[in-house]
């Protein structure tokens, strides 16, 4: 990922960085998702990057959604 772009979210589980992801889409900020996890010992994380321009936005967003997620 180059300088343009930085980390607002990151997380374990997969389908919560799809959610993110698609709720910062949603809300007109580009957003994509890097990989980091282990694909054998299945350790690390996933992240979400958006343009450096869209961070305090994507960080309100990303705020409002980890109040709204429920994990049990």
């Known amino acids: 990922?180059?300088?343009n772009?930085?980390?607002?979210?990151s997380t374990g589980m997969r389908?919560?960085?799809e959610l993110a992801k698609q709720m910062l889409l949603d809300n007109?900020?580009?957003a994509v998702i890097v990989?980091?996890?282990?694909?054998?010992y299945l350790f690390g994380e996933i992240e979400i990057f958006?343009?450096?321009k869209d961070v305090i936005k994507a960080k309100y967003?990303?705020?409002?959604?980890?109040?709204n997620i429920s994990i049990d």
């Open 28 to 30: 007109g900020i580009p």
């Open 50 to 52: 958006v343009r450096r």
């Open 15 to 17: 389908h919560l960085a």
């Open 5 to 9: 772009w930085v980390s607002v979210y």
């Open 61 to 67: 967003y990303i705020e409002q959604f980890e109040k």
């Open 1 to 3: 990922m180059n300088k």
């Open 35 to 40: 990989n980091r996890k282990d694909s054998s």
